[in-house]
């Protein structure tokens, strides 16, 4: 088991910036690669990118490609996502997950644990 929490979210005006962080614990945090996915209401969860175990490897959807960036620090067992250029788009609730699998990591159903989620709301 892993244990995913969330923080790091909360309201910004349009233009602005938000670092998300994702603090995990129970089994070996670099086993996992790293995926952020959000949610809007009435909407479907979005793949927003993801970072490989080592933090070797990342990928972004291109909605959000060239303003956020996902890091890790895996002495720490946290994971980062930094949001820059914030649009009232990005409006939704933020969740990291983790998996072991090998596969696209792009898609909800490829991760195991999934953490509360953190609201970010980006005002016009």
């Known amino acids: 088991q892993v244990q995913l929490v969330e923080s790091g979210g909360g309201l910004v005006q349009a233009g602005g910036s938000l670092t998300l962080s994702c603090a995990a614990s129970g089994r070996t945090f670099t086993r996992y690669h790293m995926g952020w996915f959000r949610q809007a209401p009435g909407k479907e969860r979005e793949f927003v990118g993801f970072i490989t175990w080592s933090g070797a490897t990342t990928s972004y959807a291109d909605s959000v490609k060239g303003r956020f960036t996902i890091s890790r620090d895996n002495a720490k067992n946290t994971g980062y996502l930094q949001m820059n250029s914030l649009k009232p788009e990005d409006t939704a609730v933020y969740y990291c997950?983790?998996?072991?699998?090998?596969?696209?990591?792009?898609?909800?159903?490829?991760?195991?644990?999934w953490g509360q989620g953190t609201q970010v709301t980006v005002s016009s």
């Open positions: 997950a983790t998996t072991d699998r090998v596969g696209a990591l792009r898609f909800w159903k490829e991760y195991d644990y």
